[in-house]
T-cell receptor
Framework: KAGVTQTPRYLIKTRGQQVTLSCSPI?????VSWYQQTPGQGLQFLFE???????NKGNFPGRFSGRQFSNSRSEMNVSTLELGDSALYLC??????????FGPGTRLTVT | GDSVTQMEGPVTLSEEAFLTINCTYT??????LFWYVQYPGEGLQLLLK?????DKGSNKGFEATYRKETTSFHLEKGSVQVSDSAVYFC???????????FGTGTSLTVIP
């Protein structure tokens, strides 16, 4: 079974731009979660989607948004990028009430 | 709310040394507990899990026991290898499995 895939793997953007990251979960997994990982803040929860509905949301500004499609694929969008948004963005998928499986992440650099 | 407190790092050990990474949790219900490992440049990989009190999770020589009385889930390995060098995260999920809570991560370096 294929694992969680994330695209692109690396991205360089300029302050003020917007970016969209994509995540394809493991086949059959309906829950997708997003995390931001930075050296200073560690692993921080962004949001979680299940069957196209956002069930949980972390403490991030409204510039961070996401969605999930009917095939469980998910995207997250960051608008008006700031230097502090430079991070590794991780996506994880899971079955109902089970462990999460992570993708390799998208490394976003904002200059 | 639910939370995980993890032993601060970094930890440096010689090959074949004994490893313990402490993890304690706070949860209102009966969470499931996990250890994840992250190698440089990669995402997190599930190392082991335990879903109820007194369960022992094990994988690749690593073990952790779900201790409800001490709200702990300490990670242990009897003899570490250089290839075990990575960052280790303790995590819990609430009863519904809706949300995961991660510790801050402990960096382990094993020297030959």
């Amino acid at each position: 079974k294929a694992g969680v895939t994330q695209t692109p793997r690396y991205l360089i953007k300029t302050r003020g731009q917007q970016v969209t990251l994509s995540c394809s979960p493991i086949s059959g997994h309906r829950s997708v979660s997003w995390y931001q990982q930075t050296p200073g803040q560690g692993l921080q929860f962004l949001f979680e989607y299940f069957s196209e509905t956002q069930r949980n949301k972390g403490n991030f500004p409204g510039r961070f948004s996401g969605r999930q499609f009917s095939n469980s694929r998910s995207e997250m969008n960051v608008s008006t990028l700031e230097l502090g948004d430079s991070a590794l963005y991780l996506c994880a998928s899971s079955l109902w009430e089970s462990e999460q499986y992570f993708g390799p992440g998208t490394r976003l650099t904002v200059t | 709310g639910d939370s995980v407190t993890q032993m601060e790092g970094p930890v440096t050990l010689s090959e074949e040394a004994f490893l313990t990474i402490n993890c304690t949790y706070t949860a209102t219900g009966y969470p499931s507990l996990f250890w994840y490992v992250q190698y440089p440049g990669e995402g997190l990989q599930l190392l082991l899990k335990a879903t109820k009190a007194d369960d022992k999770g094990s994988n690749k020589g690593f073990e952790a026991t779900y201790r409800k009385e001490t709200t702990s889930f300490h990670l242990e390995k009897g003899s570490v290898q250089v290839s075990d060098s990575a960052v280790y995260f303790c995590a819990l999920s609430d009863r519904a499995g809706n949300q995961f809570y991660f510790g801050t991560g402990t960096s382990l370096t094993v020297i030959p």
